[in-house]
C-alpha cells in the first residue's frame, strides 16, 4: 500500500516576512516600553501633580518635597498657603497610585487610590456660624457644588494625629483627630478637644473639652460624644462641674443634595454639682432624655419631630416658692 506523502508545515526562510501578529505585538510591546520609561522618567512631575498641580491651578501656594518615590506611589511633606503661614502643613504624605495607559477606560493619567497624612496641621477660622479655610475656600466650594461621579471612586484617605487650629469668636480652640474617608465618605472619626476658655455675648465656659467618636456603617452614623466643663453659663442657665454624655443613630448626611433626612435616636445624660435655669436651682442633679423621631434639613435649618422620655434628680431643688430634698421627676412619651 501506499499513501499521499506527508507535508510539513512551510518554516519562515531567512529574509521572508513575518506575520503580522507578531508585528504588531512588537510595535505594542515597544510602544508600552517608551510609555513606561516615560512615566518613570517623569514621575516626580506626577507625584507632584497629585498633591499640588491642581491647586496651583487655582492660583494657591502649594509646596511638596518627594522623600521616596516608586512607579506606583510615593512619600513626601507638603505645604498649602502662605509659607510664612501656611493654611495646612502635612510632615508626611503616602500616596499609592495606579497609571492609567492611552488605551484604558480612564486613559492615560494617574488616579491615587490610598492617601495617608501622618501629623497633618490645618488651620481654620468659625465665625458667624461660618467655617472658612483660608486658601482652601474656593476648592472646598468648587467640591461642594460639583455632581459625584458614579462611575468613578475616590481613594482612601488615612488621618493620623491631626490637629485642627479653630480661631472661633469665643476664643481659640484646638482639636486632635484620626479619621479614615473612603470614596468621600467619612467612616471613622476619633477626636478630642483639649480643655479651653470660651466666652461671648451671653456664653462662658471654663475648662471646656470632650471627645467625639464617629462610626458609619452604610447609611447610618453612631456618634458618641463626651463634653466636661469647670463652670459654663448661657443666658439665664448655668452650671458647676458639668459633665455632658451621648449617643445617637443618625442618617448619614446627603452632602450633594444638603440634607440630612432619616430617623435619629438620641440619648443625652447631663449632670452637674450645680444647675441654675433662672430662679430654680438643683445640686447634684442628674437629667436624662432619650429622643426617639426624624431629622430633616441640613446643619442651619436642622429639626426633629418624635418623642422622648425625661428624667431629673437632684438631691436638692430651689425656686423661690418651693424646696424638695430627693427630687425625682420624669414624663414618657412626650412630643417633641
Sequence with gaps: ??????????????????PRWVLGLGVGLLILFILAGVA???????AREILVGWLDRRGIQADVAIERLELTGFVGR??????????????RVEVDYAVGLPWSRGGLGVTPSRIRLVRPVARAVWRGGRLSLGSLDPIVEDFRSRPSRPDSRGPLVLIESGRLRLDTEYGP???LADARIDDGRLMRLSARM???ALKSGTFEARALGGRLDLTTTKDR???????????????????????VRGTAALPYPDFQARRGDGRAVVDLALSGRRLTVGEMTAADADLAIEADGAVTGWFETLAFSGTSDVRLSAARIATPTLTAV?????TSGSRV
Excluded: C, F, H, K
Excluded at 500500500?1 to 513575518?18: C, E, I, K, L, V
Excluded at 456618634?223 to 458639668?242: F, I, S, W
Design 1 to 18: 500500500m501506499s499513501g499521499a506523502p506527508t507535508r510539513r508545515p512551510d518554516r519562515p526562510r531567512a529574509g521572508q516576512p513575518r
Design 326 to 330: 430627693g427630687a425625682r421627676l420624669s
Design 221 to 243: 452614623v453612631a456618634v458618641t460624644a463626651d463634653l466636661t466643663a469647670d463652670r459654663m453659663t448661657l443666658g439665664e442657665a448655668a452650671g458647676q462641674a458639668l459633665v
Design 40 to 46: 518613570w522618567m517623569n514621575r516626580r512631575v506626577a
Design 194 to 196: 483639649p480643655e479651653a
Design 173 to 175: 480652640v484646638s482639636l
Design 78 to 91: 507638603i505645604r498649602i498657603g502662605d509659607p510664612a503661614s501656611p493654611d495646612v502643613t502635612v510632615e
